[in-house]
């Protein structure tokens, strides 16, 4: 009990150190001109911006290199003095991509000591709601440093926030006998996952020192940060670690199991192995000897898909069969898609039929009895937007609504949102509402003022700023509460008040049953796909096997 209380006093001490920016640890407390904190490892000296205490490249686990290339995170060993955290750390090695990608927005340093995070909090924050971070980019690019992701739109309202790096690509995501044998757990794969939960679980034991409050974290991701926050819905490793969730276009695929063939994939060990002999590696030290760049690459080169691995531990089973099984964690939800999605992502679409009699003959030789379902939802007058508006729901749109549904069946609040909004520079592109469009709204990144990235059309104009002013309440509102509002915009009605959603256009508004008849025919024809064992993931529409001669 007394050494409860001492560890108590110690620690609200070091809190009010931290708020009222005077130095820890230095001989006693001395006035300092920028904010500094003393977390578990020792003490750091960030900058202060406009009210904001921002700290940048806290290691959150050891450097994963050497022989810890593909270990589960190690703890970080503590500094002497004062760290200075004024500057972003490298972003994960990752691979290149085209330099015409609308996603091109390359890190300025990349390496494979990256394991690292970054807070902005309110200067004087005391027991705020957090906000963690975590960034798309398919698991194999970006990073915490990217322009976009700057936290103070958070911090300005009281929330604050955390945005982490995790390993990417093979190094973070590749399974390998050698590597299950060498573990004490007998598993592999999903490092960059349980980075993530060394980041969360650095939350718990230090954001009190920045003024947030570890009860209170919202876990928030897109695209690739969207499937991490699913995975953690799921992983008991993960339970008791965030309170609530953010999910921005999320899929709910089939993903490999460890050891065995599934669903119409290989094992993900046996991937591994494929990876190494594509990189004519035939022992597992071979691998660690190369350098992470050439790796990285490499495997890509070689066709590695950088996902999660069904392993029994950390991802216990499919998505989709925890959700089933109501085993998820018990959480308030908040989640959505963008209207078009795939106009950015085309290389996942199978090329549309000329006709619409092609289209529709396609569509009733796969679909049989289920065809005037699909056809009601996706007709054949035109058959390029019906394939577009297809992959879209197969991918994110069904996604979204199973997660929305599926957190109301167990008695959780979910909130669903469809964001369809369109700008000049996205129209003069033909990109409207694209694949993570709604970023720059949610991070108020809006304005002649906002971050740029190389390729992206940026929204400028007041309809602009007005829709991102609501669409930062409402994640804000919802990090603090668990209810989405914002000022002189619609209260957001949960998804089980009549398949309720929140329509981001020009404006907020709230509607209804989204899209009628899609949830119900994917969720039929995954569920067809699921009992046949096949992947049920672009399996859908013209890329249907047909069952009659066309």
Same mark, same amino acid.
């Not at 790096?165 to 007998?186: D, I, Q």
């Given at each position: 009990?007394?050494?409860? *209380?001492?560890? +108590?006093?110690?620690?609200?001490?070091?809190?009010?150190?931290?708020?009222?920016?005077?130095?820890?640890?230095?001989?006693?407390?001395?006035?300092?001109? @920028?904010?500094?904190?003393?977390? @578990?490892?020792?003490?750091?000296?960030? =900058?202060?911006?406009?009210?904001?205490?921002?700290?940048?490249?806290?290691?959150?686990?050891?450097?994963?290199?050497?022989?810890?290339?593909?270990?589960? #995170?190690?703890?970080?060993?503590?500094? #002497?003095?004062? %760290?200075?955290?004024?500057?972003?750390?490298?972003?994960?090695?990752?691979?290149?991509?085209?330099?015409?990608?609308?996603?091109?927005?390359?890190?300025?340093?990349?390496?494979?000591?990256?394991?690292?995070?970054?807070?902005?909090?309110?200067?004087?924050?005391?027991? *705020?709601?957090?906000?963690?971070?975590?960034?798309?980019?398919?698991?194999?690019?970006?990073?915490?440093? +990217?322009?976009?992701?700057?936290?103070?739109?958070?911090?300005? @309202?009281?929330? /604050?926030?955390?945005?982490?790096?995790?390993?990417?690509?093979?190094?973070?995501?590749?399974?390998?006998?050698?590597?299950?044998?060498?573990?004490?757990?007998? /598993?592999?794969?999903?490092?960059?996952?349980?980075?993530?939960?060394?980041?969360?679980?650095?939350?718990?034991?230090?954001?009190?020192?920045?003024?947030?409050?570890?009860?209170?974290?919202?876990?928030?991701?897109?695209?690739?940060?969207?499937?991490?926050?699913?995975?953690?819905?799921?992983?008991?490793? !993960?339970?008791?670690?965030?309170?609530?969730?953010?999910?921005?276009?999320?899929?709910?695929?089939?993903?490999? =199991?460890?050891?065995?063939?599934?669903?119409?994939?290989?094992?993900?060990?046996?991937?591994?192995?494929?990876?190494?002999?594509?990189?004519?590696?035939? =022992?597992?030290?071979?691998? &660690?000897?190369?350098?992470?760049?050439?790796?990285?690459?490499?495997?890509?080169?070689?066709?590695?898909?950088?996902?999660?691995?069904?392993?029994?531990?950390?991802?216990?089973?499919?998505?989709?069969?925890?959700?089933?099984?109501?085993?998820?964690?018990?959480? #308030?939800?908040?989640?959505?898609?963008? %209207?078009?999605?795939?106009?950015?992502?085309?290389?996942?679409?199978?090329?549309?039929?000329?006709?619409?009699?092609?289209?529709?003959?396609?569509?009733?030789?796969?679909?049989?009895?289920?065809?005037?379902?699909?056809?009601?939802?996706?007709?054949?007058?035109?058959?390029?937007?019906?394939?577009?508006?297809?992959?879209?729901?197969?991918?994110?749109?069904?996604?979204?609504?199973?997660?929305?549904?599926?957190?109301?069946?167990?008695? @959780?609040?979910?909130?669903?949102? *469809?964001?369809?909004?369109?700008?000049?520079?996205? =129209?003069?592109?033909?990109?409207?509402?694209?694949?993570?469009?709604?970023?720059?709204?949610?991070?108020?990144?809006?304005?002649?003022?906002?971050?740029?990235?190389?390729?992206?059309?940026?929204?400028?104009?007041?309809?602009?700023?007005?829709?991102?002013?609501?669409?930062?309440?409402? $994640?804000? !509102?919802?990090?603090?509460?668990?209810?989405?509002?914002?000022?002189?915009?619609?209260?957001?009605?949960?998804?089980?008040?009549?398949?309720?959603?929140?329509?981001?256009?020009?404006?907020?508004?709230?509607?209804?049953?989204?899209?009628?008849?899609?949830?119900?025919?994917?969720?039929? $024809? /995954? &569920?067809?796909?699921?009992?046949?064992?096949?992947? $049920?993931?672009?399996?859908?529409?013209?890329?249907?096997?047909?069952?009659?001669?066309?």
């Amino acid at each position: 009990m007394i050494r409860m *209380l001492a560890l +108590q006093l110690a620690s609200a001490a070091m809190m009010m150190a931290s708020l009222t920016g005077l130095a820890i640890g230095q001989g006693g407390a001395e006035p300092t001109a @920028q904010p500094r904190v003393t977390v @578990q490892t020792g003490v750091l000296e960030g =900058r202060r911006e406009g009210g904001i205490n921002i700290f940048k490249n806290i290691p959150y686990a050891q450097p994963p290199v050497g022989d810890l290339r593909w270990a589960p #995170p190690q703890a970080v060993a503590p500094w #002497p003095g004062v %760290r200075n955290a004024s500057e972003f750390g490298p972003s994960c090695t990752q691979i290149s991509i085209p330099r015409s990608s609308i996603y091109f927005d390359p890190p300025i340093v990349q390496s494979e000591d990256c394991l690292s995070l970054n807070v902005w909090a309110p200067e004087n924050a005391r027991n *705020l709601p957090v906000i963690v971070w975590i960034h798309g980019g398919s698991l194999r690019i970006g990073g915490a440093a +990217q322009p976009f992701y700057d936290g103070a739109v958070f911090a300005h @309202q009281d929330v /604050v926030f955390v945005s982490i790096n995790y390993r990417l690509g093979a190094l973070g995501w590749m399974a390998h006998p050698e590597l299950s044998a060498e573990s004490p757990e007998g /598993v592999s794969g999903n490092y960059g996952f349980r980075d993530q939960i060394a980041a969360l679980l650095w939350v718990q034991d230090n954001i009190s020192a920045f003024g947030g409050d570890p009860d209170q974290v919202t876990l928030m991701g897109e695209s690739a940060g969207a499937l991490s926050v699913s995975y953690h819905l799921i992983s008991p490793l !993960s339970r008791g670690l965030f309170s609530r969730a953010i999910i921005e276009s999320t899929n709910l695929r089939a993903f490999p =199991r460890l050891r065995e063939a599934a669903h119409g994939l290989p094992s993900a060990e046996s991937t591994g192995l494929s990876v190494s002999e594509a990189l004519g590696a035939e =022992r597992l030290s071979e691998l &660690r000897d190369m350098d992470a760049d050439s790796l990285t690459q490499g495997a890509a080169r070689a066709g590695f898909v950088s996902q999660g691995v069904i392993d029994g531990l950390v991802l216990p089973d499919q998505l989709l069969a925890v959700l089933e099984r109501s085993e998820q964690a018990p959480v #308030p939800l908040l989640a959505g898609f963008n %209207r078009d999605e795939l106009r950015t992502q085309t290389r996942l679409l199978p090329t549309a039929p000329d006709s619409p009699e092609a289209y529709e003959a396609i569509i009733r030789c796969g679909y049989g009895d289920l065809a005037d379902d699909y056809l009601a939802v996706y007709p054949a007058d035109d058959p390029v937007q019906s394939t577009l508006d297809a992959f879209r729901d197969t991918i994110y749109g069904w996604a979204g609504e199973r997660l929305a549904a599926a957190q109301a069946e167990i008695g @959780q609040t979910s909130y669903l949102y *469809l964001f369809d909004h369109c700008y000049d520079a996205a =129209r003069e592109q033909g990109l409207c509402a694209f694949h993570a469009s709604e970023l720059t709204f949610v991070f108020g990144q809006v304005g002649p003022e906002a971050a740029r990235s190389p390729n992206w059309p940026m929204p400028e104009g007041p309809v602009d700023q007005a829709l991102s002013d609501a669409m930062v309440a409402y $994640w804000t !509102s919802f990090a603090k509460t668990g209810l989405p509002t914002a000022p002189d915009a619609p209260d957001w009605a949960p998804y089980s008040d009549g398949q309720a959603f929140m329509h981001f256009s020009e404006t907020p508004r709230l509607s209804h049953d989204l899209f009628p008849g899609m949830y119900e025919v994917h969720g039929e $024809w /995954v &569920r067809r796909q699921r009992e046949a064992g096949e992947q $049920w993931f672009l399996g859908v529409g013209v890329n249907v096997q047909p069952s009659c001669e066309t």
